[in-house]
């Protein structure tokens, strides 16, 4: 690189639950700029999955988080050429990292569901992604897979 790394900018906990992991996953939602929006339809969605969840001793929080941590990777592949060929290297992934594509992935997928508002559609992709089931936990299977196929082209590593 030229310059310099960018420093980390701190993000402020969100209003309601007080985490910083809610402001970063409303800041993936948010669409035109549009902040108190992207709140609402998680707020909404929270309240939603609070109605619905059958685990009675967690939070709606709580089933977020662990939705959450059902979708995000832990190694994926990276393609790498050696000697004129490209080979599908599977390499771990950095913490943050894990957390934007499991964001991401929660998000992309929730957008594609078939419900009438996003905040159902996203409340809708946290439950089945607390059950291990939904798009976004099938994204991570076949990334895990991918990597577990090519696990044989490791030594590529750099």
Same mark, same amino acid.
């Given at each position: 690189m030229r310059?310099?790394?960018?420093?980390?900018?701190p993000l402020l906990p969100d209003p309601k639950f007080n985490d910083q992991l809610v402001t970063?996953? $409303?800041n993936n939602l948010m669409w035109d700029g549009k902040? #108190?929006?992207?709140?609402? $339809?998680?707020?909404?969605?929270?309240?939603? $999955?609070?109605?619905?969840?059958?685990?009675?001793e967690k939070t709606a929080l709580q089933v977020f988080k662990d939705a959450l941590a059902n979708v995000t990777p832990h190694v994926e592949v990276r393609s790498r050429r050696v000697g004129g060929a490209?080979?599908?290297?599977? !390499?771990?992934?950095?913490? *943050?990292r894990k957390l934007?594509?499991? !964001?991401?992935?929660?998000?992309l997928f929730a957008r594609k569901r078939n419900e009438k508002s996003?905040?159902?559609k996203l409340a809708a992709e946290i439950l089945a992604a607390h059950k291990e089931e939904g798009a976004a936990v099938k994204k991570? !299977? *076949? $990334?895990?897979? !991918?990597?577990?196929?090519?696990?044989?082209? #490791?030594?590529?590593r750099f």
């Open positions: 310059k310099r790394k960018a420093k980390k900018r970063r996953f $409303v902040k #108190s929006t992207a709140f609402n $339809v998680f707020y909404n969605a929270i309240d939603i $999955v609070d109605a619905k969840k059958q685990d009675e490209t080979f599908q290297i599977p !390499m771990p992934i950095r913490p *943050d934007s594509m499991g !964001m991401k992935w929660l998000i996003m905040a159902q991570r !299977m *076949d $990334v895990h897979k !991918m990597a577990e196929a090519n696990k044989a082209f #490791s030594h590529f």
